[in-house]
């Protein structure tokens, strides 16, 4: 039997929406904000990297380049990013991927519910989804960035989230493409699922055992391990 879901937790970037080139989009507003921002000696790309593949010690890692105050240097990097990804979105170079829309659709006529968990603010979160015409789907929409503590890897965002639905983490999946949603996920005991869009598969922390998590190469294919279904659709059902 597979499990019956009511509620889908969704990533944004790189999960409905791609930014193409990644890694070197994001590399270069940490150079950016290192160098014009705090006039810092530029760390090792392997020290940069850090920063935003391990997710738990950001604040150790931004105290070793000198950077005291995170919240300073987050506060920094939105900036640059939002100016980056408006210069993006003109470009017409950040799109969504092509399973989604279909899916959002399918998902709302089953009147599932359906939020955005994403560690971007929700400054820079809604205007994307607002471009992409698909903020509609969406019952919340959590920015995490606007609260540090609150990100992915850390469950309590989620769980924010999943308390303000009022949904039980049983009845939900999160759908993510990094190790960091996939984590994060785990820790609030929803059901991780990852989908393979760069096609590779990501180095997993010892903590999370790669066997609890689902890799998809598209969205559809969620239909065959888990029965998703609105709330009021079953009350519906049941009623008639
Ligand atoms: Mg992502």
């Not at 160098?35 to 920063?51: G, I, T, W, Y």
């Not at 170079?93 to 399973?99: A, S």
């Not at 609150?150 to 303000?164: A, D, F, R, S, T």
Request: negative net charge; glycine residues 4%; contains cysteine.
């Amino acid at each position: 039997m597979r499990p019956i879901i009511h509620c889908i937790l969704f990533d944004m970037d790189n999960t409905l929406i791609e930014i193409p080139d990644t890694h070197s989009y994001f590399d270069g507003l940490i150079q950016e904000v290192i160098a014009k921002d705090f006039h810092l000696p530029m760390p090792s790309v392997e020290s940069r990297d850090q920063l935003w593949r391990t997710g738990d010690d950001f604040i150790q890692v931004l105290k070793s380049w000198g950077i005291e105050s995170y919240k300073q240097f987050w506060h920094f990097f939105d900036k640059r990013d939002v100016i980056g990804r408006k210069k993006l979105m003109q470009d017409g170079k950040m799109q969504l991927y092509p399973d989604v829309l279909h899916f959002l659709e399918k998902m709302k006529k089953k009147s599932v519910s359906m939020a955005i968990v994403t560690n971007t603010p929700k400054f820079i979160a809604e205007p994307e989804l607002q471009e992409f015409n698909i903020i509609r789907f969406f019952d919340y929409i959590a920015g995490l960035g606007d609260i540090q503590e609150l990100c992915k890897p850390n469950p309590e965002g989620i769980l924010q989230v999943l308390n303000h639905l009022g949904y039980r983490a049983s009845e939900t999946i999160f759908i993510g493409d990094s190790v960091v949603d996939a984590l994060a996920a785990a820790r609030a005991r929803i059901h991780p699922i990852l989908i393979r869009r760069k096609k590779k598969i990501p180095k997993f922390p010892k903590e999370l055992d790669e066997k609890s998590v689902l890799f998809l190469d598209n969205l559809t294919d969620i239909h065959d391990y888990f029965q998703i279904i609105g709330k009021q659709e079953i009350i519906n059902e049941q009623s008639n």
